[in-house]
């Protein structure tokens, strides 16, 4: 397998995931602000010039972080990045999309690239000033599904990748945690998985 990530960029979940899974694996890095994901040699990879890309050991190009995370547990059921039960599986898949679709996507991305949401320069800041509403009702939303659990769904799964990732974006740019979310990100911080990846993606 190969990821192609960006350090840093929300590719860092499925970093863990990999690390947490310990097989053998390349990596390739993207320099996201030098327009790395653009270029043909990238394109020709993944045309939607996006990370995390994962390319299989037959070739096959998984793209998407939740197809990419769920692929990733069902083909490695010793990792246990999966419960076994419908309905914490639903609940798994349920809190893994919304760190990414939700508090990523809405929140992050009008904090991090309000030009995609106003073509006009002048609404900069109310962009962003409504981008960290979003991610602050995303991560209270979080909080209270984190009460009185060590993970999202009891056992670490998939979706403590994605949670952990934008709560590491949240303590990077003064997005205020609530506890549960920050207790939740000092366990991830703890793992040995995760360390790793910080140190490899040199942000130790």
């Known amino acids: 397998m190969k990821l192609y990530y960006a350090p840093g960029a929300c590719s860092i979940g499925i970093h863990v995931l990999l690390e947490e899974i310990g097989k053998p694996y390349d990596t390739e890095t993207l320099n996201l602000r030098e327009g790395a994901q ?3 040699e990238f394109t020709a990879v993944n045309p939607k ?44 898949l349920s809190l893994m999309d919304y760190a990414v679709a939700t508090i990523h996507m809405q929140g992050f991305g009008r904090l991090f690239r309000p030009s995609n949401f106003s073509p006009n320069p002048a609404d900069e800041d109310v962009v962003k000033a409504r981008g960290k509403e979003l991610a602050e009702k995303g991560f209270a939303t979080l909080d209270k599904a984190l009460a009185g659990k060590e993970y999202a769904a009891g056992p670490f799964s998939i979706a403590d990748s994605a949670i952990f990732y934008v709560e590491f974006w949240a303590t990077r740019i003064g997005v205020p945690l609530p506890p549960n979310c920050a207790a939740h990100l000092e366990r991830m911080l703890a793992r040995p998985a995760v360390q790793r990846v910080l140190q490899q993606e040199g942000l130790a």
């Open 38 to 40: 653009h270029k043909p």
């Open 49 to 92: 010039s996006k990370v995390p890309t994962l390319v299989l050991d037959d070739g096959k190009v998984l793209t998407e972080y939740p197809a990419i995370a769920f692929w990733l547990a069902r083909t490695n059921p010793f990792a246990n990045l999966l419960p076994d039960d419908i309905d914490r599986q639903a609940e798994v």
